[in-house]
T-cell receptor, first 113, second 111 residues
Framework: EAQVTQNPRYLITVTGKKLTVTCSQNMNHEYMSWYRQDPGLGLRQIYYSMNVEVTDKGDVPEGYKVSRKEKRNFPLILESPSPNQTSLYFC????????????FGPGTRLTVL | ELKVEQNPLFLSMQEGKNYTIYCNYSTTSDRLYWYRQDPGKSLESLFVLLSNGAVKQEGRLMASLDTKARLSTLHITAAVHDLSATYFCAAKETSGSRLTFGEGTQLTVNP
């Protein structure tokens, strides 16, 4: 089954404690991206990757890091989380070099205390 | 900078009626996407529109794209309760890779 998986699905952490949210897809897609969804602010792109070792900033990259060492994985790293990073995070992948249908993961609800 | 605006943001309609959601974007775009999101769930891809005049239909939903007017529409025909959800449009700049979402339209279909 074609899918995008994210882990963990829920996470409560404290300010400054480094964390990683994993994202994996099994569709051999080149394009992957991370979004955050906040009430009143909608969905905003954090980072995206066009292929292995190729990443670029989206609209709200501050406080986040990403890496793309393998085609299937695109982890999101928060080196020093802060309360304003409390949000619902989605990972997505897209084939056809960014001209295809986007498949979204189930989401990760992060709370930073 | 690409901006995407949807209207209306809230839409309450009766079953059996037709309505259209509008999505305007500010700069040239060669990819326009429509998504559906149910409460507490992830996003589901509905349509990808890649060229001027593109029209796609799935069930009671039909999406179209007018790149000259920088406008996409999502038309709902004979609405049913199961269509109640939030609908997002999103666009990528021509030859770019950054994706910008509209604010979303919260649709409620009443019996």
């Amino acid at each position: 089954e074609a899918q995008v998986t994210q882990n963990p699905r829920y996470l409560i952490t404290v300010t400054g404690k480094k964390l990683t949210v994993t994202c994996s897809q099994n569709m051999n897609h080149e394009y992957m991206s991370w979004y955050r969804q906040d009430p009143g602010l909608g969905l905003r792109q954090i980072y995206y990757s066009m292929n292995v070792e190729v990443t670029d900033k989206g609209d709200v990259p501050e406080g986040y890091k990403v890496s793309r060492k393998e085609k299937r994985n695109f982890p999101l790293i928060l080196e020093s989380p802060s309360p304003n990073q409390t949000s619902l995070y989605f990972c997505a992948s897209e084939g056809q070099r960014g001209y295809g249908e986007q498949f979204f993961g189930p989401g990760t609800r992060l709370t930073v205390l | 900078e690409l901006k995407v605006e949807q209207n209306p943001l809230f839409l309450s309609m009766q079953e059996g009626k037709n309505y259209t959601i509008y999505c305007n974007y500010s700069t040239t775009s060669d990819r326009l996407y429509w998504y559906r999101q149910d409460p507490g769930k992830s996003l589901e891809s509905l349509f990808v529109l890649l060229s001027n005049g593109a029209v796609k239909q799935e069930g009671r939903l039909m999406a179209s794209l007018d790149t000259k007017a920088r406008l996409s529409t999502l038309h709902i025909t004979a609405a049913v309760h199961d269509l109640s959800a939030t609908y997002f449009c999103a666009a990528k700049e021509t030859s770019g890779s950054r994706l910008t979402f509209g604010e979303g339209t919260q649709l409620t279909v009443n019996p």
